[in-house]
Each structure stands twice: as structure tokens, then as C-alpha cells.
């Protein structure tokens, strides 16, 4: 057989693709409950054996990597018609509010680099609308579009820590939140 008649793989069964939903939605779940939840509660939840938990998902971290990859692809998807940064900043807002455990079970498990490798797609829209503000002239020019982007990155996540610890109230945190990173912005 030559190097390009390389044997295709063949498609999952309808049922493995099931199964995999199904783990995948019931670990985002368990995990948005309980940032520690077993794989055994999972599989309970997903409504399948340990073992067919196992066969798709060998370990944890890789259910974890791919409920978080799940939650970023819905946020990338919530973010990508962001109109301006103010709604932008309350819709990050309520997604991670939503997602905490998640993002939170994932920072314990996974490194920093790969957690902002995530981050690149749900940060895209932010970007797009900071280089859009800076030339309109609505957004400070005297630091870098790549900057201002993690200071909002940042800003996002002090606040869902500042909610965790009790600090700040949930319901405030939106405004809050939106009041201090336009500001930064406008500088």
C-alpha cells in the first residue's frame, strides 16, 4: 500500500457518537455542580457503565479537557456577534458565572498555557472590538490591542473570584464588571 493509500478510519458508530454526547453533556453538568465529581457519578448521570465512560474518556482530565472545550465553544459562539464592548463584557460575564466550576476544575487541572489556548477563540471577539474602538478613537492607543485584551481576560475572571469568596455579590458583578473594564479601556 503506497504512503497516500493510507487506510481510512472508519466512522464511529451512531451509538459510540451517543455515548459520547451524552458523557460529555452529563460532565459538564456534574462538573458545574460539583467541580470534583467522580467519574462514577458521571457515568451514572450520562446513563452508561464505567467501562463505556472509560472507553471513550480514559481519565478525567480528559473528560474535564473535553466539558471545557464544550463550554468554550459555547462561549466563543455566545461572543462572536458581540456588538460592543459593554454587552460583550456582560455576556463574558454570565458565561463564566455559568461556567465557573468548570473553568475552575480546569485551572486546577490543566496549565496555564493551555487554559488561554482555550481562551484565544473567546477572546477573538474581544480583540476585534478593542483594534475597532482604538481606530475609531473610542479605545486608549497608548497600549497594545493584545494588552487591553488580557487586562478585560483578567478583569473577568478577579470578578468571578471576587464572587466565589463572597466579596462581591453576583447580581452587581455584571455592572461592576462592565463599569471597570470600560474604564480601563477609555483610560
Known sequence: MAATDAPTPRPRRADAERNTTAIVD???????????????????????????????????????????????????????????????????????????????????????EQLRERHDRILAPVRRLVVAGQEAGDVRTDLSADWLVTVVYSLVHAAAAEVQAGRMDAADAPEVLTSTVLAALRG
Do not use: K, N
Open 26 to 112: 452529563a460532565g459538564l453538568d456534574c462538573f458545574l455542580a460539583d467541580p470534583q465529581a467522580s467519574m462514577a457519578a458521571i457515568a451514572r448521570a450520562a446513563g452508561v457503565s464505567r467501562v463505556t465512560l472509560y472507553s471513550h474518556f480514559p481519565t478525567r482530565e480528559a473528560l474535564l479537557d473535553a466539558a471545557f472545550a464544550r463550554a468554550s465553544d459555547e462561549a466563543a459562539a455566545a461572543l462572536a456577534d458581540g456588538a460592543d464592548l459593554a454587552s460583550l463584557v456582560r455576556t463574558s460575564w454570565r458565561l463564566l458565572d455559568r461556567h465557573s466550576a468548570v473553568f475552575a476544575a480546569a485551572s486546577a487541572a490543566f496549565p496555564p
